[in-house]
């Protein structure tokens, strides 16, 4: 750091936060205050990405990143905090890299495991306040309950295709995540980002905002979204607002019954479950498809959308989306073995159910979908 001037900035503060300091609202002592705060940010995505270069870019002290995974090249089109060559690299090494670059004056703190019941608490008391980047419900009842329990504010925001919403969350006397959203839909009902797809710009709009909010708490300025939630649409370009009042029986800020962390996969039915009735495993499925002429005896029918076929299928699979199934069953030889597949397996369960109720007799969903078959094919390799 270069010299330092009576404002307790140093020279080369003083002209990198120039813009800062010339609003009365910011000034040199909001400026100290950024310098001095710790932030956590859950996840260097989508949401993370636009979060991590502003917050690195004002100033703020230190920055704290959480994620295991690596870039892969499906994350470029939203997750501009990388580029093309981290492919393959951890997310919290490329965001280090590109944050130190912005800023040499911030310190990144690297959190390079996954956020977990048996850390978080510890992670989280540790920083001053936290962004939720995630993009799962288990990740986000987490992130609530702990700075519920440590009594940290945190600053959400997620995403869904076009749309997206920010708050702020277990701020003192305000309400929490689970006030909104006491319990989690049914896991089968969530599609995942790669099933329902997302505008990239859309994530860096809401980041922004999270951003902002945190800049907004750190310095005192402005009217932060505690106890509103925005809700952005971004076909229609509309922006809304709904109260969120505490709740006197949330288990988390309300009651406070829950009293630690629990297991938020099982919580949000995200624990895999064991193969139901009409469902076939993978390794079955590929006995099944190697035990002679596959044509003459099974139907292979992928119920995706047309794009997720490009990028992977199952060998030469007859391709319907679900959305259209109801409407081309005639193309479908109801005297065969019909073994439905999509991306994770839920869109697959509901194919069969279709299928079985117009009157298909032998009709099976591949557990796990698409990814479970390619895990066992790589499980299979990897064993010669």
């Known amino acids: ?197 997302v505008l990239g710009v859309v994530p860096g709009i809401i980041g922004s905002l999270q951003a902002l909010e945190a800049i907004k708490w750190i310095t005192g300025i402005g009217q932060p979204l505690f106890g509103r939630l925005l809700l952005f649409e971004g076909l229609g370009l509309t922006i809304r607002e709904l109260r969120v009042q505490p709740d006197p029986s949330c288990v988390a800020c309300g009651s406070r019954t829950l009293t630690e962390l629990i297991d938020y996969q099982q919580f949000c039915g995200a624990v895999p479950q064991e193969p139901g009735e009409g469902e076939i495993v993978p390794a079955d499925l590929a006995r099944t498809l190697g035990s002679g002429p596959r044509n003459d005896a099974v139907v292979l029918l992928d119920v995706r959308e047309a794009w997720e076929r490009e990028i992977a299928m199952i060998g030469d699979s007859v391709h319907i989306p679900l959305s259209r199934l109801g409407d081309k069953l005639a193309e479908i030889d109801p005297r065969k073995l019909v073994i439905t597949y999509c991306h994770r397996g839920s869109r697959a369960v509901s194919a069969r159910e279709i299928l079985l109720a117009a009157g298909f007799r032998e009709v099976k969903s591949l557990a796990g979908g698409i990814d479970g078959w390619a895990e066992q094919q790589d499980s299979a390799m990897k064993r010669y």
């Open 1 to 197: 750091m270069t010299s330092s001037s009576p404002t307790g900035l140093s020279t080369s503060e003083l002209l990198r936060y120039a813009r800062h300091l010339t609003l009365p609202q910011v000034g040199v002592a909001g400026q100290l205050k950024l310098r001095a705060s710790r932030l956590l940010l859950v996840g260097a995505g989508g949401l993370g990405s636009p979060v991590a270069l502003y917050l690195a870019a004002a100033g703020v002290g230190t920055i704290g990143i959480i994620d295991p995974d690596r870039v892969d090249r499906s994350n470029l089109q939203r997750q501009v905090l990388h580029g093309t060559s981290s492919i393959g690299e951890l997310k919290t090494r490329s965001a280090e890299r590109r944050l130190r670059d912005l800023n040499p004056e911030v310190r990144i703190e690297r959190i390079e495991v996954a956020l977990s019941s048996a850390n978080a608490l510890e992670l989280v008391s540790r920083y001053d306040l936290v962004l939720d980047g995630s993009d799962n419900f288990p990740t986000r009842y987490l992130v609530n309950d702990a700075c519920v329990l440590t009594g940290k504010p945190y600053i959400y925001g997620s995403i869904f295709r076009f749309d997206g919403q920010v708050s702020v969350f277990a701020a003192p006397g305000g309400p929490c995540y689970r006030c909104l959203y006491a319990e989690p839909p049914a896991a089968n009902l969530i599609p995942t980002c790669a099933e329902s797809g």
